[in-house]
């Protein structure tokens, strides 16, 4: 037996960390830069969102959990000789897998026989949620700790998001697409946006949100098909609007051909949301790790 950890950015719902024991370690967001409120511990997504809705000049920002954070969830089980995996958002958008690092090796020092892996996901709110639901399934079907960590780098390779977004302005502020948001915004398009290996890339462009959403779903099909979409499980995450992303769920299952794994479709959360705006929407695919 061993003890799954990850930060915030997992966007996994409460019933879902509750029923299959996840801890989480939060990141925080500013709304001013000096006061700094603990994802779903001192704001709620939906007041954040509200929030971001309310003020549309205002770009909040997030930052990454302190090490003591990681240390205190790391050593409630070290301290109990179980071993510990830690999954953070990918480095690329966040420090958190450094303050991770930082836990593990102090908790180290202190103890040698601690048995601690920390994981750079390589991904981000739906993805993320999807490889920590790869590694719950291979614990609960009873595959060692060792085994399972095998598979993640071929199974994190696999992973793709697929989505689009309602504003190019909280990427610009953001850095997180930079050139692209920059044109895209002089010709007012907005982009179709693939994660991959941790980073982000275009996939298309578009001025309408329908045929923005249709050409998520066709780039997406494309991976699907061409590497056996039996061979994936599929999430949806949507932003603010909860019933586009109902909606956008049908439309996944009908066009691709594919059952949602209701359990990881996700409420895209505080982390990504900060950075995609209110009104991300898309979806994100993972190989199953029996297929590997």
């Known amino acids: 037996m061993y003890k799954i950890i990850s930060d915030s950015a997992c966007d996994l719902s409460k ?57 205190n969830a790391f050593k409630e089980f070290t301290d109990k000789g179980i071993p510990v995996v830690c999954f953070t958002i ?7 897998y450094n303050s ?29 949620a999807l490889i920590i639901d790869q590694m719950v399934r291979m614990r609960d079907a009873g595959i060692s700790f060792e085994d399972s960590l095998k598979k993640l780098e071929p199974l994190m390779a696999s992973a793709r998001i697929f989505f689009t977004v ?27 946006i693939i994660m991959k290996d941790g980073d982000i890339s275009l996939g298309g462009i578009g001025r309408n949100r329908n045929k923005l959403k249709a050409k998520v779903l066709s780039t997406a099909k494309a991976y699907l098909d061409e590497n056996g979409k039996d061979n994936f499980v599929v999430s949806v995450g949507y932003g603010y609007d909860k019933t586009e992303g109902v909606s956008f769920m049908n439309d996944v299952e009908e066009t691709l051909g594919v059952k949602l794994n209701s359990e990881t479709n996700v409420a895209i959360g505080i982390v990504s949301g900060v950075h995609t705006g209110p009104h991300p929407i898309g979806l994100g695919v993972i190989r199953k790790y029996e297929t590997l």
């Open 15 to 71: 019933k879902y960390i509750a029923e299959h024991d996840i801890t989480i370690v939060p990141l925080s967001v500013s709304f001013d830069g000096e006061t700094y409120y603990r994802d779903s511990i001192d704001i709620s997504r939906d007041e954040c969102y509200e929030r971001m809705v309310s003020n549309p000049g205002v770009y909040p920002k997030t930052s990454l959990p302190s090490v003591d954070s990681y240390y």
């Open 90 to 96: 990918t480095l690329i958008f966040s420090g958190s």
């Open 100 to 128: 991770a690092m930082n836990a593990k090796e102090m908790i180290e020092e202190e103890n040698p026989d601690a048995n601690i892996t920390v994981i750079d996901s390589k991904q981000n709110t739906v993805t993320q």
């Open 166 to 192: 309602g504003s190019l302005d909280y990427l610009k502020m953001g850095g997180r697409i930079g050139k692209l948001a920059s044109i895209a915004s002089k010709i007012d398009v907005k982009p179709v």
